[in-house]
């Protein structure tokens, strides 16, 4: 099984355009990929950094935000990119994960599915069609 390495962090923001914004006006990101989501008048941006590596941006639910600080445990997800994907699932499957879902069209092309960590984290595994 070959996992090729992180394919983007996610961050859940109160405003996604002014976030998305930010890291391309400070940290010299370009706005990449722009998906609607479910919700009216609400999108996810994705990010491209100089690099190629992504960030993603997408709308906070209503939950209240949680006081953290740099040793408060979990992610929004972390997605690793795989060169197969259905490969790394019949991989997973004997690894005994739990799936957050069924696989899926990826936001910008490719596809993925959500798993959780031991601690609840979601991961996703993706295959991206770059």
Known sequence: ??????????VAADDVEKLSDWYCEVLGYEKWFLHPTVQPLKFVWMLKA??????EIMPKDDTMRQERTTWTPGWSHLALRVENI??????????KVT????LMDAIGGGKVRNLFDPEGNMLQILQRTL
């Open 1 to 10: 099984m070959n996992f090729l390495g992180i394919d983007h962090p996610a």
């Open 86 to 95: 259905q490969t790394a699932i019949d991989y997973l499957d004997h690894q």
């Open 99 to 102: 799936w957050g879902g069924n």
């Open 50 to 55: 100089p690099d190629g590596t992504l960030l």
